[in-house]
């Protein structure tokens, strides 16, 4: 069994490369991923296709589509679906890799960040030095996003909560809050997978979308039924939102906040962590011009 570090105090990376292959939940096209240790803090993308191309560190400023997964514009190349991956990295301490990708998704592999977490556990971690922890103000921040709201505050450690509402019975009202640390997202968090509604799946279907779901990669939601039981737990859907928040998060870096997401999606996750991003800009250096472009954060 691996030993994951006791918390996010410390920066971490891969100790050797390891790769996943699998299909794109919406194209359902084959898409490989080779993770590998990086001595820069942050998430870095490279192209398996394209290695000349330089690596690009991902920020929540990237976020080009959040509809269905979180999609990612990183010049003129999508990526789509890496918040299950970001989740297992940023979850079990990684706090820092290069993400070599061939394809325009990430695999989806079960639907959960589980297979993630055992390829990061083959890899093995390394301890680095501190960790880039990015800030929160002062202030609560808070954002709304039609009757679904997320709000974050300061803490001492991180603190995440989720509660969902569905009119399907199978579902109903669930509520889920953790006091984070790597071992308690790899036991309680990363199993939990991907779910969907029949009638929104067939929809979905015909529009020539989430052509690489099925039944062994989502949970799929029939009315008071699953159509793939057994579920890994009970409430397996708001730990699913939980390990989506975390990946959304992952873009900007786990905060030391509290953090509470009522009826999330990855529109809500994506835009708060787009205001941390905005309150942890480096401030331009003096001699700066107003014709200089601003830090990409
Ligand atoms: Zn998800």
């Given at each position: 069994?691996?030993?994951?570090?006791?918390?996010?105090?410390?920066?971490?990376?891969?100790?050797?490369?390891?790769?996943?292959?699998?299909?794109?939940?919406?194209?359902?096209?084959?898409?490989?991923?080779?993770?590998?240790?990086?001595?820069?803090?942050?998430?870095?993308?490279?192209?398996?296709?394209?290695?000349?191309?330089?690596?690009?560190?991902?920020?929540?400023?990237?976020v080009?589509d959040?509809?269905?997964?979180?999609?990612?514009?990183?010049?003129?190349?999508?990526?789509?679906?890496?918040?299950?991956?970001?989740?297992?990295?940023?979850?079990?301490?990684?706090?820092?890799?290069?993400?070599?990708?061939?394809?325009?998704?990430?695999?989806?592999?079960?639907?959960?960040?589980?297979?993630?977490?055992?390829?990061?556990?083959?890899?093995?971690?390394?301890?680095?030095?501190e960790?880039?922890?990015?800030?929160?103000?002062?202030?609560?921040?808070?954002?709304?996003q039609?009757?679904?709201?997320?709000?974050?505050?300061?803490a001492?450690?991180?603190?995440?909560?989720?509660?969902?509402?569905?009119?399907?019975?199978?579902?109903?009202?669930?509520?889920?809050?953790?006091?984070?640390?790597?071992?308690a997202?790899?036991?309680?968090?990363?199993?939990a997978?991907?779910?969907?509604?029949?009638?929104?799946?067939?929809?979905?279907?015909?529009?020539?979308?989430?052509?690489?779901?099925?039944?062994?990669?989502?949970?799929?939601c029939?009315?008071?039924?699953?159509?793939?039981?057994?579920?890994?737990?009970?409430?397996?859907?708001?730990?699913?939102?939980?390990?989506?928040?975390?990946?959304?998060?992952?873009?900007?870096?786990?905060?030391?906040?509290?953090?509470?997401?009522?009826?999330?999606?990855?529109?809500?996750?994506t835009?708060?962590?787009?205001?941390?991003?905005?309150?942890?800009?480096?401030?331009?250096?003096?001699?700066?011009?107003?014709?200089?472009?601003p830090?990409?954060a």
């Open positions: 069994m691996t030993t994951w570090p006791q918390d996010y105090a410390r920066a971490w990376t891969l100790a050797a490369a390891v790769e996943r292959a699998g299909v794109g939940l919406h194209g359902g096209l084959p898409c490989r991923v080779r993770l590998a240790p990086s001595r820069l803090p942050g998430y870095r993308v490279g192209w398996l296709d394209d290695p000349a191309r330089p690596l690009q560190r991902l920020n929540p400023a990237m080009a959040t509809r269905l997964c979180t999609a990612l514009q990183l010049g003129d190349r999508r990526l789509a679906t890496v918040e299950h991956l970001l989740a297992a990295l940023a979850g079990t301490g990684v706090s820092q890799a290069e993400i070599w990708v061939e394809g325009e998704e990430i695999p989806l592999l079960d639907g959960s960040a589980l297979p993630w977490v055992e390829a990061i556990a083959e890899a093995g971690l390394e301890a680095l030095g960790r880039q922890v990015p800030a929160l103000p002062a202030e609560p921040l808070t954002l709304q039609g009757i679904g709201f997320i709000t974050a505050f300061r001492e450690s991180l603190r995440l909560a989720a509660a969902v509402e569905y009119p399907q019975a199978a579902i109903g009202r669930q509520l889920y809050s953790i006091a984070l640390t790597p071992a997202f790899v036991a309680e968090i990363a199993p997978r991907t779910f969907g509604f029949r009638e929104q799946v067939e929809q979905l279907r015909a529009a020539g979308l989430i052509q690489g779901g099925a039944l062994d990669n989502a949970l799929v029939d009315g008071d039924r699953w159509l793939n039981p057994p579920l890994r737990f009970a409430d397996e859907p708001v730990r699913h939102k939980l390990l989506d928040l975390l990946g959304d998060l992952a873009l900007v870096g786990l905060p030391k906040a509290q953090v509470f997401a009522y009826r999330g999606s990855h529109g809500l996750h835009a708060l962590a787009n205001a941390i991003a905005s309150t942890n800009l480096t401030p331009l250096p003096a001699e700066s011009t107003a014709s200089t472009p830090p990409s």
